[in-house]
């Protein structure tokens, strides 16, 4: 009976990982060079997101 070839699964899982944290990246960028889209989530990691402050009134 042949051995498990843990190492080569192991590679695997990270290459799978890295995909699909590229992808992620690929639609995080996607989603901020366009900011018209309706159907896109705000991001709130930032404070591009946040509301302009108000002036204080005198």
């Known amino acids: 009976m ?3 070839n843990y190492g080569y ?3 695997q899982k990270e290459l799978a990982k890295k ?3 590229e992808e ?3 639609e ?3 989603r901020k060079s366009a900011p018209g889209d ?3 989530a705000p991001d ?3 404070p591009e997101s946040q509301p ?3 002036p204080p009134e005198q």
């Open 2 to 4: 042949a051995t498990p």
């Open 9 to 11: 699964e192991k590679r």
């Open 19 to 21: 995909r699909k944290k």
């Open 24 to 26: 992620k990246l690929k």
């Open 28 to 30: 995080k960028a996607a």
């Open 38 to 40: 309706a159907n896109a």
């Open 44 to 46: 709130e990691s930032g």
């Open 52 to 54: 302009p402050a108000l």
